[in-house]
C-alpha cells in the first residue's frame, strides 16, 4: 500500500493550496481517507475527513476555509485549503482507514492504517 502526498509549498496569507493524495495497493473505496497535519512542537491533529460515501468532517480551525473531497475513479483524495493563516502552516499527512460503514468520526491517528509521507505546507506573513 502506498499513499502518496502532493500539492504543498509556500503561500503567502491568504492564499490557497491544493494537497492530493494519491492511493494505490488498497481497495480505495473501502477507506476512510483523513488528512492530518503536524506543525513544530505540536501534535499531530485530524484536519478533515471523508468516508466511503462521501461524508465530511472538519476540524473546528478549518471550517469553511478547507475543503476534503475524493474521486474513487482516479483513488484520490484532496484537500483544497484557501484563506490560509499563518497557524495552517505544518506538514500534512493524508491517512486510510478501512471501514464498513459511513461513520467519518475517526480522529485520532491510532485508527488509520495507512499513511502517505506529508508535505509542507508554508504560510509566509
Known amino acids: 500500500v502506498q499513499l502518496q502526498a502532493s500539492g504543498g509549498g509556500l503561500v503567502q496569507v491568504g492564499g490557497s493550496l491544493r494537497l492530493s493524495c494519491a492511493a494505490s495497493?488498497?481497495?480505495?473505496?473501502?477507506?476512510?481517507m483523513g488528512w492530518f497535519r503536524q506543525a513544530p512542537g505540536k501534535e499531530r491533529e485530524l484536519v478533515a475527513a471523508i468516508s466511503r460515501g462521501g461524508t465530511t468532517y472538519y476540524a473546528d480551525s478549518v471550517k469553511g476555509r478547507f475543503t476534503i473531497s475524493r474521486d474513487n475513479a482516479k483513488n484520490t483524495v484532496y484537500l483544497q485549503m484557501n484563506s490560509l493563516k499563518p497557524e495552517d502552516a505544518a506538514v500534512y499527512y493524508c491517512?486510510?482507514?478501512?471501514?464498513?460503514?459511513?461513520?467519518?468520526?475517526?480522529?485520532?491517528?491510532?485508527?488509520?492504517?495507512?499513511w502517505g509521507q506529508g508535505t509542507l505546507v508554508t504560510v509566509s506573513s
Open positions: 495497493g488498497l481497495t480505495f473505496n473501502h477507506y476512510l
Open positions: 491517512a486510510g482507514k478501512l471501514t464498513v460503514g459511513s461513520s467519518v468520526y475517526y480522529t485520532r491517528e491510532f485508527e488509520y492504517q495507512y
